[in-house]
């Protein structure tokens, strides 16, 4: 029986016997592959995308330092917003002064018109120096 096996010549059953151990052969040696071909697709990928991050990266630190500068002039401009509400009573005494002024501008007026008229050349100055 012994003999019978190893000395077996039918070509069909040695055909079917290579090509299944080439099938066999070729898993193995993509299984055996594999994780060298994914690691291959990871670095392909990682070569292509780490310069379209590096980019972005400095876009964004870029964006950054202009949204830092934006909230800056921000502060700032609410800041100014504040101190002109703090200067309100200061205003409103401005303006009180310059209500009186003008008043006192026209009653000086007023009383310039009413006098006679000395000379048409003389002025305020004149007279004073």
């Given at each position: 029986?012994?003999?019978?096996?190893?000395?077996?010549?039918?070509?069909?059953?040695?055909?079917?016997?290579?090509?299944?151990?080439?099938?066999?052969?070729?898993?193995?040696?993509?299984?055996?592959?594999?994780?060298?071909?994914?690691?291959?697709?990871?670095?392909?990928?990682?070569?292509?995308?780490?310069?379209?991050?590096?980019?972005?990266?400095?876009?964004?630190?870029?964006?950054?330092?202009?949204?830092?500068g934006?909230?800056?002039?921000?502060?700032?401009?609410?800041?100014?917003?504040?101190?002109?509400?703090?200067?309100?009573?200061?205003?409103?005494?401005?303006?009180?002064?310059?209500?009186?002024?003008?008043?006192?501008?026209?009653?000086?007026?007023?009383?310039?018109?009413?006098?006679?008229?000395?000379?048409?050349?003389s002025?305020?100055?004149?007279?004073?120096?």
């Amino acid at each position: 029986m012994n003999k019978n096996m190893t000395t077996v010549k039918d070509p069909e059953l040695q055909a079917k016997v290579k090509k299944t151990t080439e099938k066999i052969s070729e898993n193995m040696h993509i299984i055996a592959n594999e994780p060298s071909l994914a690691f291959y697709r990871i670095q392909e990928h990682v070569r292509k995308v780490i310069p379209l991050i590096v980019d972005r990266r400095a876009e964004v630190v870029q964006l950054q330092q202009d949204l830092q500068g934006k909230c800056y002039d921000m502060e700032y401009a609410i800041g100014a917003v504040k101190d002109i509400e703090a200067a309100d009573e200061s205003l409103k005494n401005v303006q009180e002064l310059l209500k009186n002024a003008i008043f006192l501008k026209q009653q000086l007026k007023y009383v310039e018109s009413r006098r006679p008229k000395r000379d048409t050349n003389s002025s305020v100055y004149k007279r004073l120096s």
